[in-house]
T-cell receptor, first 109, second 115 residues
Framework: GQNIDQPTEMTATEGAIVQINCTYQ??????LFWYQQHAGEAPTFLSY????GLEEKGRFSSFLSRSKGYSYLLLKELQMKDSASYLC??????????FGAGTTVTVRA | IAGITQAPTSQILAAGRRMTLRCTQD?????MYWYRQDLGLGLRLIHY???????GKGEVPDGYSVSRANTDDFPLTLASAVPSQTSVYFC??????????????FGEGSRLTVL
């Protein structure tokens, strides 16, 4: 099974940078995902890491260290529309995804 | 528009009643999943299916059943609903072959209230 931990809440100012950490313990690692979920909506895919290192996609970057069971999602140049919940998820070898409880990010003007 | 369709969008149900949440995808994804989302607990896997004709139990399967008669449909049934099954239910799918990352594609969710 998976044990996935991420902070409950974070607050940042528009234009700033926020880093959301995620630690996990898994019985069979097969990839780590980050999803964004706005209130009342379905989660949408942000990023995927299966090898160690940094993956960059525009204002969003995600990092993975498999040996440490650690990932982070970096959000740069924060915009008001980035206020949402960010979900860390780990996939196992059976293609099942387990999710953390999510981090609610509030962007203030 | 290709994607995943869930129905109903919202439902209020009396305890003890039987309820089926429908999920259909037209992306020919072989794997499908049902999650429930509760405040503070995140998304928890109920049941999954890696291919038509097979199903498996997730983290919280009790009180729920699924079937996968074909690739496109993956209904979730609550045989006798209880108030603790009040939740938002998300159906998702993914291709487990090919060159993509295999991210999950989610339906819009079904909000179920059991009284």
């Amino acid at each position: 099974g998976q044990n996935i931990d991420q902070p409950t809440e974070m607050t940042a100012t528009e234009g700033a940078i926020v880093q959301i950490n995620c630690t996990y313990q898994t019985s069979g690692f097969n990839g780590l995902f980050w999803y964004q979920q706005h209130a009342g909506e379905a989660p949408t895919f942000l990023s995927y890491n299966v090898l160690d290192g940094l993956e960059e996609k525009g204002r969003f970057s995600s990092f993975l260290s498999r040996s440490k069971g650690y990932s982070y999602l970096l959000l740069k140049e924060l915009q008001m529309k980035d206020s949402a919940s960010y979900l860390c998820a780990v996939r196992d070898r059976d293609y099942k995804l387990s999710f953390g409880a999510g981090t609610t990010v509030t962007v203030r003007a | 528009i290709a994607g995943i369709t869930q129905a109903p969008t919202s439902q209020i149900l009396a305890a003890g009643r039987r309820m089926t949440l429908r999920c259909t995808q037209d992306m020919r994804h072989n794997a499908m999943y049902w999650y429930r989302q509760d405040l503070g607990l995140g998304l928890r896997l109920i049941h999954y299916s890696n291919t038509a004709g097979t199903t498996g139990k997730g983290e919280v399967p009790d009180g729920y059943s699924v079937s996968r008669a074909n690739t496109d449909d993956f209904p979730l049934t609550l045989a006798s609903a209880v108030p603790s099954q009040t939740s938002v239910y998300f159906c998702a799918s993914t291709p487990t072959s090919g060159s993509g990352s295999g991210e999950l594609f989610f339906g819009e969710g079904s909000r179920l209230t059991v009284l």
